[in-house]
Every structure is written in structure tokens, then in C-alpha cells.
């Protein structure tokens, strides 16, 4: 099993730009969220889902979409980049039930200049 | 709402040294609580959980108890190595938030030969 996988690894947009980061798991997983990660602000939760066709907000949501159309893939839309976009990003996945013990993908750090 | 604390870092000890890390949470209900750790460009591994008051959970020498009295999971451990160097982030889920994590804002530990 690869585990969470995310692509890119590294990206740099400048401000306005549109892109999405792909975050795809195999592991069957109901549940997928995504996070930015900020120096002394350890992690805040962006967007999650509990399954295909269901996603819901988290902590800190404007300036990212999200969709699920299948239980592998849960990709993050920036619409339009700001420097306050910089970050690095962690897809994460786990079962839905027990206690819900999250899977992290490597990370893609984002650089919006 | 719910939260975590952890210590500032950073923990600079010599190698074969006892670690605590201290971690306390609040929250309402009856949150399962984790330690994760995050070694230099690589995600987040889970490190150890425990689901209800009192368990201890372990892992590669890491220790920690579930303390509902206190509203503490402190992170153990009685012999550090320097392949310990890491970012240690304590974090707490519960089922009736959708299991989001709720993290601390991460210790950075430095072992030295």
C-alpha cells in the first residue's frame, strides 16, 4: 500500500493563481481532511469528509474548495492564491468508527509570493 | 471550545536523557487523545493513543496515561536517542465533533550525542 499519497511536493504560486493539490489514499478510508500547518500554530483543520459525495468545513476554510466525487481522491482548490496562503499542507485519511486514528500524507509546501 | 496545550519547546537534552513532554487539554465529553510525532520534511506518524481515562498508551519506549483528573497526557520517555530529534504534537479527537483533530501547537525536541 503507497498510504496517503499528495502531489506536488514543493509549489510556488504567485497572488491570484488558481491550483489544486491532490491527495489520493488506498486504503479505503471514509474519512479525509486536509490541513495547513503554520510555525508555532501546530495544525488547523481546512476541510474534511466522512465519505463520497460529503464534505463539511473546518477551522479555517475561506480561500480553499473541496470535492469527493470518489473515496480514493480528495483534492483542495485554491481559487485564488494569497500570501497568506503559505503553508505547508497535510492530507490525512482514517476509518470512520474506533478512534479515528488519522493517516497523514508527506506534505506539499505552498509558496505564494 | 476544545483545546491543547503543550509545552514550549525547545527541549534540548543529551542523549540517553529522561523526556517529558507535557501536554493538557480541555474539552467537553470524552475525547481520545494522541501523540504524534514529526521528524524534518516528513508528515505526521501517530506515536501512541489512548481511547478512554487511565489508558496508557506505548510505543518504541514513548509512554502516555490518560489523565481525566488533571485533563493531562504527558509524553514519556526514560532513555532518549538523537533519532528522537523530532516535532511532537499532542492532539485530541472526539465522535461527536466528527473526529476532527484538535492539535497543540507542536514541541520541538533536539537530542544531543
Same mark, same amino acid.
Given at each position: ?113 | ?25 480541555? +474539552? ?21 493513543? +489512548? ?63
Amino acid at each position: 500500500n503507497a498510504g496517503v499519497t499528495q502531489t506536488p511536493k514543493f509549489q510556488v504560486l504567485k497572488t491570484g493563481q488558481s491550483m489544486t493539490l491532490q491527495c489520493a489514499q488506498d486504503m479505503n478510508h471514509e474519512y479525509m481532511s486536509w490541513y495547513r500547518q503554520d510555525p508555532g500554530m501546530g495544525l488547523r483543520l481546512i476541510h474534511y469528509s466522512v465519505g463520497a459525495g460529503i464534505t463539511d468545513q473546518g477551522e479555517v476554510p475561506n480561500g480553499y474548495n473541496v470535492s469527493r466525487s470518489t473515496t480514493e481522491d480528495f483534492p483542495l482548490r485554491l481559487l485564488s492564491a494569497a500570501p497568506s496562503q503559505t503553508s505547508v499542507y497535510f492530507c490525512a485519511s482514517s476509518y470512520v468508527g474506533g478512534s479515528y486514528e488519522q493517516y497523514f500524507g508527506p506534505g506539499t509546501r505552498l509558496t505564494v509570493t | 471550545g476544545d483545546s491543547v496545550t503543550q509545552m514550549e519547546g525547545p527541549v534540548t537534552l543529551s542523549e540517553e536523557a529522561f523526556l517529558t513532554i507535557n501536554c493538557t487539554y480541555t +474539552a467537553t465529553g470524552y475525547p481520545s487523545l494522541f501523540w504524534y510525532v514529526q521528524y524534518p520534511g516528513e508528515g505526521l506518524q501517530l506515536l501512541l493513543k +489512548a481511547t478512554k481515562a487511565d489508558d496508557k498508551g506505548s510505543n518504541k519506549g514513548f509512554e502516555a496515561t490518560y489523565r481525566k483528573e488533571t485533563t493531562s497526557f504527558h509524553l514519556e520517555k526514560g532513555s532518549v536517542q538523537v533519532s528522537d530529534s523530532a516535532v511532537y504534537f499532542c492532539a485530541l479527537s472526539k465522535k461527536d465533533s466528527s473526529y476532527k483533530l484538535i492539535f497543540g501547537s507542536g514541541t520541538r525536541l533536539l537530542v544531543r550525542p
